[in-house]
């Protein structure tokens, strides 16, 4: 019974975005938040790994835990991105603010690892990194289509043979 339920589930997560993505959000519904996508996610490879119950709860906790962290390192890590015309120290304090931040987001990675390590197997945790990379790669995929198709939709200008010509060159009788 309980495997049914689990089936269940999963099958509700797994097309929900699908129906969501087709219906374009048109039921007003709220955007889920970026700590139930987590949950998702970690569902969704638990799932696949195939842990058991135990595991699996401490899984998700510590992967949602895991995400929220590198999260709030990355609040406002962006905002430098494109400095142009900057002196030497700027550059300078620019390139050491990003080691540090990478330093950050690489002790974050290993103390989770750590924390892993406590109930998965080595393997488990690769595997682990592998999913989340490929479902990331998934949904920047998707995100840069659908900005993509929105650019083109604000930037489309009908050319002049899409426009019916008035006036004089028509040639109807």
Same mark, same amino acid.
């Given at each position: ?25 048109? =039921? ?131 050319? =002049? ?13």
């Amino acid at each position: 019974m309980r495997a049914v339920i689990r089936i269940l589930f999963v099958l509700a997560v797994l097309l929900s975005p699908s129906y969501l993505a087709a219906q374009g959000n048109k =039921a007003g519904k709220p955007k889920p938040s970026k700590t139930e996508m987590a949950q998702k996610q970690a569902i969704r490879i638990a799932d696949i790994l195939e842990i058991t119950d135990e595991t699996r709860d401490r899984f998700i906790a510590t992967f949602v835990n895991c995400q929220q962290e590198i999260w709030s390192l990355n609040k406002g890590s962006r905002k430098d991105k494109k400095a142009t015309s900057l002196t030497d120290e700027q550059a300078d304090s620019l390139i050491r603010a990003r080691f540090d931040h990478a330093q950050r987001m690489l002790d974050a990675r290993r103390r989770y690892y750590d924390e892993y390590r406590k109930f998965l197997t080595p393997c488990q945790i690769n595997r682990v990194y592998e999913l989340e990379r490929n479902m990331m790669k998934q949904l920047n995929g998707k995100k840069r289509q659908n900005s993509h198709q929105a650019d083109k939709a604000r930037t489309h200008k009908p050319k =002049a043979q899409d426009t019916p010509r008035r006036g004089a060159g028509s040639t109807k009788n």
